[in-house]
């Protein structure tokens, strides 16, 4: 949000933009400390979580809308530090104990079985709407993973992984309920392996499940964030094609005819010692394209992306004899 309300960091973007390279942009309007950056929201102003990162909000999105650019924002929902410590009795509570459980790094989680959660949600992406986002795309729609899990006490004493599946589906169903007439289209971002394994990796996320209530569903296809040895790769950081050509896969064989709701999070950032430049970038819109799938979303936490453009220039030049452009995408993003 904070590079959103940035003239430096618009400019540079609306280069990528007038190149052809994007056409979508997502802007965090919630992020995971649980700060909001949409204004006029009763509920966030309550707790004072509302934060002016982009004073013009309005202006700029139906800036962006007016030339074609598809504007999505994203909401971080049940990672919220702000919103438990503020109100101790919406957040995950340690077992035995009124004490706020703490993952690794210390933050808290918001309960997920909380209506009152769930409204709060509501309230910030109504608001998103109203201000001119043609997308809503949710964050986080999990159950804590990262800590010690078996000390979370949540409001539903009888919690079990078909209970975290239930609840994280109810509460699409409910969200989307009440967004669909506003026409926005409804996204949400899951951990990369959730296509390949058959249960909800015990955060309650069931790919099968979610992709039935949401226009378009985004698998985090980071490398980096997959553990050595899976899809029998000896280190997937090193192997973008491979491991994001297996998730993309998986999704589709789950996804069968409404594979186009496949818009994954690809990896424009280094991390663990693999450093990643325009090949690594180009491989992994590779891995979708030899899919075709032509939907993605990258993600760099600096928000700087000097690598895309010349990935995509790697993939066109290779594909000037096919019939299928690299360009040829139902939509980009970054």
Request: aromatic letters at 12%; hydrophobic letters at 35%; glycine letters at 6%.
């Amino acid at each position: 949000m904070w590079a959103a309300g940035h003239k430096k960091t618009r400019s540079y973007l609306n280069k990528l933009i007038n190149e052809g390279v994007i056409n979508t942009v997502v802007i965090a309007v919630k992020e995971v400390e649980g700060k909001v950056c949409v204004p006029g929201v009763r509920e966030v102003e309550e707790v004072g979580a509302y934060v002016p990162a982009i004073p013009d909000i309005k202006d700029y999105i139906t800036y962006l809308n007016a030339i074609g650019v598809k504007t999505v924002a994203r909401i971080v929902v049940f990672k919220d530090d702000f919103l438990s410590r503020h109100k101790p009795y919406l957040g995950v509570k340690k077992a035995h104990s009124e004490e706020l459980w703490r993952d690794r790094k210390g933050h808290t989680w918001v309960d997920p079985y909380r209506r009152e959660v769930w409204d709060y949600i509501l309230a910030i992406s109504k608001k998103a709407v109203e201000i001119g986002f043609k997308e809503v795309q949710y964050d986080y729609v999990r159950f804590p993973s990262d800590g010690n899990i078996k000390l979370c006490r949540y409001s539903y004493e009888k919690h079990t992984s078909t209970s975290a599946i239930n609840t994280i589906i109810e509460f699409l169903k409910y969200v989307s309920k009440e967004l669909k007439p506003l026409n926005v289209t409804i996204s949400v971002c899951v951990f990369g392996l959730t296509p390949s394994v058959s249960g909800d990796l015990g955060i309650g996320q069931h790919f099968p499940s979610i992709s039935q209530y949401v226009d378009y569903v985004s698998p985090m296809m980071y490398p980096s964030h997959y553990y050595r040895g899976v899809y029998n790769l000896e280190n997937p950081n090193r192997e973008p094609y491979k491991t994001v050509y297996r998730t993309t896969l998986d999704a589709l064989n789950i996804l069968k005819k409404e594979r186009l709701k496949l818009c994954p999070y690809l990896q424009h950032f280094s991390l663990y010692g693999v450093k990643y430049g325009p090949k690594q970038i180009a491989e992994q819109l590779r891995a979708l394209y030899d899919n075709k799938v032509y939907n993605w979303i990258f993600w760099d936490p600096e928000c700087k992306y000097e690598h895309l453009p010349e990935a995509i220039n790697i993939l066109n030049n290779e594909a000037k004899n096919t019939s299928v452009p690299a360009t040829e995408k139902e939509s980009g993003g970054n």
